[in-house]
């Protein structure tokens, strides 16, 4: 069996029973053990022999009990990543909310494990197993349409067409009003305009607005689809994901589960401050965003490091923008 003990711990819990138990006085315990008369005595008037917590019964923190509050219950409720959190901390409840001080919040309120929260709503007991991609320089770009909500002066849902650069995790999106044909060779020629890099392949699912081949016997594209015609004259290899898989388009999706979180978490009265939300939040993810896949770094720092290294992987230099304000 398992005992903690406590680092400085001059007594194991065979040798506090003995005290507890014994009928000798504190003096001649202490002399037969080799132990203090405090040690004695505070083990005789003990029912347990396991040490207590040494946590101080009034903790200093940076958080007041409402903020610390409201950022324990956006953690359980959207499920936000620790970084994710933090920057929605620090936009609207406390600006110097420090990384160090959220995750220690976390933790004493056990909500530090996303991955067991996560499970835990979906009623498992493990997590599936994690592939990993293959290691590609930066120009592979995951794309896919994600729908918006429909704001009461909407008479229909519109669209938001999503890409991110699988090595850097940069991303890129418009707001759409379809998901046909024309609406996806016109984000694509935008995201070749927008990239810093060079796109190199595309990867989407098998909606008709990229590509038609669920529409043909054989299975295969025809290459005649707009976006199809756009990447071979831009020399983008245009790569689909297998019907009925669309865990392999799962980075993208992860993301498009992020803009969802950040859309539950704020009050959107109209679509001015949709797209406000959505501009403000390409820019902070983009460029102040630390990510864990890439060590620390937000998505332009690592663009900017790689630009250093192999220039001609880019079309020009990459810059990052300030923070934007609040």
């Given at each position: 069996m398992k005992v903690d003990l406590h680092g400085n711990a001059t007594t194991t819990p065979r040798l506090r029973e003995y005290i507890?138990?014994?009928?000798?006085?504190?003096?001649?315990?202490?002399?037969?053990?080799?132990?203090?008369?405090?040690?004695?005595?505070?083990?005789?008037?003990?029912?347990?022999?396991?040490?207590?917590?040494?946590?101080?019964?009034?903790?200093?923190t940076t958080l007041d009990p409402a903020?610390?509050?409201?950022?324990?219950?956006?953690?359980?409720?959207?499920?936000?990543?620790?970084d994710d959190l933090l920057a929605l901390g620090r936009e609207f409840l406390k600006p110097d909310l420090s990384r160090s001080a959220l995750e220690r919040c976390l933790q004493?309120?056990?909500?530090?494990?996303?991955?067991?929260?996560?499970?835990?709503?979906?009623g498992e007991d493990t997590q599936p197993t994690k592939k990993t991609f293959k290691d590609y320089e930066v120009g592979f770009v995951h794309v896919d349409i994600k729908y918006l909500p429909q704001l009461?002066?909407?008479?229909?849902?519109?669209?938001?067409?999503?890409?991110?650069?699988?090595?850097?995790?940069?991303?890129?999106y418009e707001i759409r009003a379809d998901r046909k044909k024309r609406s996806a060779r016109a984000f694509i020629a935008n995201l070749l305009e927008a990239a810093p890099f060079h796109v190199t392949h595309i990867l989407t699912d098998n909606d008709g607005a990229f590509t038609d081949r669920l529409n043909r016997p054989t299975g295969e594209p025809s290459g005649n689809h707009p976006v199809d015609q756009l990447c071979a004259t831009q020399g983008i290899a245009h790569r689909l994901i297998p019907p009925r898989h669309p865990q392999t388009n799962g980075m993208v999706e992860r993301f498009n589960g992020?803009?969802?979180?950040?859309?539950?978490?704020v009050h959107l009265r109209n679509r001015e401050e949709l797209e406000a939300t959505l501009t403000h939040y390409r820019r902070l993810y983009n460029h102040h965003l630390p990510q864990k896949a890439l060590n620390g770094q937000a998505p332009v720092d690592f663009l900017k490091s790689k630009y250093q290294e192999k220039p001609e992987l880019f079309n020009r230099p990459v810059r990052k923008l300030p923070r934007p304000d609040r």
């Open positions: 507890q138990q014994s009928s000798k006085g504190e003096r001649a315990l202490a002399k037969e053990l080799g132990l203090s008369r405090d040690t004695v005595r505070r083990w005789k008037k003990k029912e347990t022999t396991e040490d207590g917590s040494h946590v101080p019964e009034n903790l200093q903020t610390e509050a409201v950022l324990v219950e956006l953690r359980q409720l959207a499920l936000l990543p620790l004493r309120n056990d909500v530090s494990n996303l991955q067991e929260l996560k499970a835990q709503e979906l009461p002066e909407e008479s229909q849902r519109r669209y938001l067409y999503v890409a991110i650069d699988r090595a850097s995790r940069w991303v890129y992020r803009i969802t979180e950040v859309l539950a978490a």
